[in-house]
């Protein structure tokens, strides 16, 4: 099982930055995919953006193009979502994701994140 640990949510105001981070840790095969999404109150969980390991592309929300980039360190086992010019919109739960496998041939798994509270105010 392959366990996820967000950090580096908090308060900040409109226009700012806050940068994510998501620890991985457990058996890993090889990874399909890394991602974050956000759930507001009230709302459903949604996707921020994702990286597609096999391709190499990244994809985000329309709503945070421009202003939001995902990256990672293979070394350290870490994820990033750096957040600039928030909005009282994006104030939300992270949660960062993985899509993986946990050994040759096996099933595709998904893993999830406690959350970190991000918000914004105006």
């Known amino acids: 099982q392959v366990q996820l640990v967000e950090s580096g949510g908090g308060l900040v105001q409109t226009g700012g930055s806050l940068r994510l981070s998501c620890a991985y840790s457990?058996?890993?095969?090889?990874?399909?995919?890394m991602g974050w999404y956000r759930q507001a109150p009230g709302k459903e969980r949604e996707l921020v953006g994702k990286?597609?390991?096999?391709?190499?592309?990244?994809n985000y929300a329309d709503s945070v193009k421009g202003r939001f980039t995902i990256s990672r360190d293979n070394y350290k086992k870490m994820m990033y979502l750096q957040m600039n010019s928030l909005k009282p919109e994006d104030t939300a739960v992270y949660y960062c994701?993985?899509?993986?496998?946990?050994?040759?041939?096996?099933?595709?798994?998904?893993?999830w994140g406690q959350g970190t509270q991000v918000t914004v105010s105006s």
């Open positions: 457990g058996s890993i095969f090889s990874l399909n995919t």
């Open positions: 990286i597609n390991i096999i391709s190499g592309y990244t």
């Open positions: 994701n993985l899509e993986y496998q946990p050994s040759y041939n096996g099933p595709l798994m998904t893993s």
